[in-house]
Nanobody, 125 residues
Framework: VQLQASGGGLVPSGGSLRLSCAASGITLKDYSVGWFRRVPGKQSEGVGCISSKNDNTYYPDLVKGRFIISRVNSENTVYLQMNNLKPGDTAVYYC???????????????????WGQGTQVTVSS
């Protein structure tokens, strides 16, 4: 199983980026997928997740209204659309996947077995 996170880069404050999480070895639509970010010296924090089957989504307050998670099953990929980015969004972003019951929203890192390698997002002020 491999998850490939990509799409990071340098954007100005207020800009947008779309991160991709492409899977191989699993059918991603059957898995719950979460996005997390980490800044050196700080704990990893979740920025959203999507459930399997019915694609329920959850976003923490810090990104609600700015970030959107979606799936393209034909591509075996989950996307994280990030809008109105702020310097505080600067981090390495990771995607993760795990088999969960249909509709289950897994918001914590320990709930995930498979992880992508991370992609750097830098938002300039």
């Amino acid at each position: 199983v491999q998850l490939q996170a990509s799409g990071g880069g340098l954007v100005p404050s207020g800009g947008s980026l779309r991160l991709s999480c492409a899977a191989s070895g699993i059918t991603l639509k059957d898995y719950s997928v979460g996005w997390f970010r980490r800044v050196p010296g700080k704990q990893s924090e979740g920025v959203g997740c999507i459930s399997s089957k019915n694609d329920n989504t959850y976003y923490p307050d810090l990104v609600k209204g700015r970030f959107i998670i979606s799936r393209v099953n034909s591509e075996n990929t989950v996307y994280l659309q990030m809008n109105n980015l702020k310097p505080g969004d600067t981090a390495v972003y990771y995607c993760a996947a795990d088999l969960k019951p249909s509709g289950f929203l897994a918001t914590m890192p320990y709930e995930y077995e498979y992880w992508g390698q991370g992609t750097q997002v830098t938002v300039s002020s």
